[in-house]
């Protein structure tokens, strides 16, 4: 029997605890835009998910309120997202500090660099370069970011 086909990922689900708070901050941070005519609500007509592009993230992004499961997650790096070089990471430095969202400094990767930085619920978000270094480098084993 061969193996059914994957066409890629569909979209991606966080579990929040403020589903307002948790949009505007991907908003801000990431340029993200809400997709309102994908809100969903639940039969009492509550909303409970907003969808959101965020661009070149390659699929959708679902925010759904789940204050429990959120709070799970805090701490944990779900999502690396690829960003060219250290001279990158230093301009998002500079923008999640404008933005006042809690970061890591530029740590030195297994074979490149990253940022870490903090959603509203504590989950951590890192930025990686495709920029490479070799073996000589040791990484980074800052407690709190890594």
């Known amino acids: 029997m061969s193996l059914p086909e994957i066409l890629g990922i569909h979209h991606l689900k966080f579990p929040v605890s403020d589903l307002d708070r948790s949009s505007d ?7 993200a835009q809400r997709l309102k005519h994908l809100d969903h609500f639940n039969s009492d007509k509550q909303l409970y998910a907003v969808i959101l592009e965020v661009p070149n993230l390659g699929t959708h992004l679902e925010l759904r309120l789940n204050a429990q499961q959120a709070t799970h997650h805090r701490g944990f790096d ?39 930085f903090e959603d509203p619920d504590g989950r951590r978000i890192r ?11 040791t990484p980074s084993t800052d407690p709190v970011w890594l």
């Open 25 to 31: 901050f991907y908003s801000r941070v990431l340029g």
């Open 78 to 116: 779900p999502l690396t997202l690829k960003v060219e070089d250290r001279a990158q990471l230093r301009q998002w430095i500079g923008h999640l500090e404008a933005e006042h969202v809690p970061h890591s400094p530029v740590l030195t990767a297994y074979v490149g660099w990253l940022v870490a």
């Open 127 to 137: 930025l990686y370069t495709n920029e490479r270094h070799g073996p000589e480098l």
